[in-house]
């Protein structure tokens, strides 16, 4: 049995830096520090975070006076900013610079008063927090599907633009997009794609795989977006797919008679849980692995200067 390992995969650069700016606000304030909602959609880095001394919370009004404040990668609203404001002068904002654009795109198309939709799945993180940057909820629309797009009733004579979630399916996507510019043939697109570069790659690379694979193995947890995508393309290839937090999650009944096995892993999961997978999938009948070559991702986005200190 051979498996075939997806490159890229894996952590992605906002999720490296949120991570790290997480690790640097414990070394330099001290256990504890609040982090709302989780940093990444991942449960083993929530977990490793939370034995350091970060913790999660729900909503800000959680945060004792004075408390240590982190935003999640995934962005929050102007709402959160201000009641977090009002709590502590110590907020650090691991949000990532991606998800950040969007919301600098929503906050640009408001003033030039746009009428704004969003693609994307209702109650992310990420939704919420790029629904919550605009100054009149009315001027911003929410679409999850075409269907979606179908029922939208705009007058033909205003501005409208377009926006959306950076961890869509770029082919899913595609076709929202469409259906939205056949409706409104005047609608703006972002200057550039919103879909992350991370995102894309690593739907790419199971693309390039997926057809020498019986199966897929994507390691995420199951509130992350971009690993679900992942899963998705497999099952769109009419290949079984599954959806792991890590080895203890695969049943054994899946690998009986394959020849090959895909393995790869959403934006948030660590390469040490990749590995775990190869091990268990070595002691149980796999002979070759192969590393299937991708795009070599160069990106780097550094943390706040308040936190770049040396490191003990």
């Excluded at 949120?18 to 070394?27: F, L, N, Q, T």
């Excluded at 907020?91 to 990532?96: K, L």
């Excluded at 599954?242 to 390469?271: C, F, R």
Aim: charged letters at 25%; one cysteine or more; hydrophobic letters at 35%.
């Amino acid at each position: 049995m051979k498996v075939f390992l997806a490159n890229p995969r894996g952590f992605c650069a906002g999720v490296e830096r949120a991570i790290e700016i997480v690790e640097r606000a414990i070394d330099k304030h001290g256990a504890p520090i609040y982090v709302r909602h989780e940093v990444v959609h991942n449960q083993f880095v929530v977990n490793n975070l939370k034995e350091k001394g970060a913790v999660f919370v729900d909503e800000i009004n959680q945060v004792p006076e004075g408390g240590i404040v982190v935003f999640s990668a995934h962005g929050v609203s102007q709402r959160v900013r201000k009641d977090a404001n009002s709590i502590t002068s110590t907020i650090y904002d691991a949000t990532c610079p991606l998800v950040t654009k969007v919301h600098k795109e929503v906050t640009r198309r408001q003033k030039q008063n746009h009428q704004v939709i969003l693609i994307g799945h209702a109650r992310h993180p990420e939704v919420e927090g790029t629904l919550g940057q605009s100054n009149d909820i009315k001027k911003i629309t929410l679409v999850e599907s075409i269907s979606d797009v179908e029922t939208l009733d705009f007058p033909t004579d205003i501005n409208i633009s377009y926006t959306t979630q950076t961890t869509l399916s770029v082919d899913d996507t595609r076709e929202i997009v469409e259906s939205l510019q056949s409706k409104f043939p005047r609608i703006q697109a972002p200057k550039k794609s919103d879909i992350c570069y991370a995102t894309q790659n690593r739907q790419d690379s199971v693309k390039a795989i997926i057809n020498n694979s019986d199966l897929l193995l994507v390691l995420g947890s199951k509130n992350s977006s971009n690993s679900n995508r992942l899963r998705e393309i497999a099952e769109k290839n009419k290949k079984p797919a599954y959806l792991i937090d890590g080895v203890k999650d695969i049943d054994p009944e899946w690998l009986k008679g394959l020849n090959s096995i895909g393995v790869t892993a959403g934006a948030s999961a660590p390469e040490v849980l990749v590995q775990e997978v190869v091990s268990y999938l070595l002691d149980n009948g796999a002979d070759k692995i192969v590393e299937v070559n991708g795009v070599n991702e160069s990106v780097h986005f550094p943390v706040p200067n308040t936190l770049r200190e040396e490191r003990l």
